[in-house]
Nanobody
Framework: VQLQASGGGSVQPGGSLRLSCAPS????????IGWFRQAPGKEREFVTA????????YYADSVKGRFTASRDFAKGTVYLQMNSLKPEDTAVYYC??????????????????????WGQGTQVTVSS
């Protein structure tokens, strides 16, 4: 499944952005959709994950209370609403999807190796 990620940009500290992730050609079905990010010179890290079919949403401690992942069934799209952005949120953000047939188990949602399909990444820059 090809994933289309969009919505990145440049904002000042304290600002907001909303990222979108949609599959091309097929639905998410029962997949877990995750967002990861990679800052310059750093390894890619987990941000959040949500099960398309329902259930829990998971967040990295660094974004809890500021970022919200949501699903729009009508549009077949997952959103990442990012508020109170900080310079340390600057990174390329990737959406990824696990198997369409089953959600990723809770203990593994932060493991990028469990995700099969990846979007192309969208740049988020937070700077004054």
């Amino acid at each position: 499944v090809q994933l289309q990620a969009s919505g990145g940009g440049s904002v000042q500290p304290g600002g907001s952005l909303r990222l979108s992730c949609a599959p091309s050609g097929r639905s998410f079905s029962s997949a877990t959709i995750g967002w990861f990010r990679q800052a310059p010179g750093k390894e890619r890290e987990f941000v959040t994950a949500v099960n398309w079919g329902g259930g829990s949403t998971y967040y990295a401690d660094s974004v809890k209370g500021r970022f919200t992942a949501s699903r729009d069934f009508a549009k077949g799209t997952v959103y990442l609403q990012m508020n109170s952005l900080k310079p340390e949120d600057t990174a390329v953000y990737y959406c990824a999807a696990g198997s369409r047939n089953a959600r990723i188990i809770t203990s593994q949602v932060r493991n990028e190796a469990r995700y099969i399909d990846w979007g192309q990444g969208t740049q988020v820059t937070v700077s004054s």
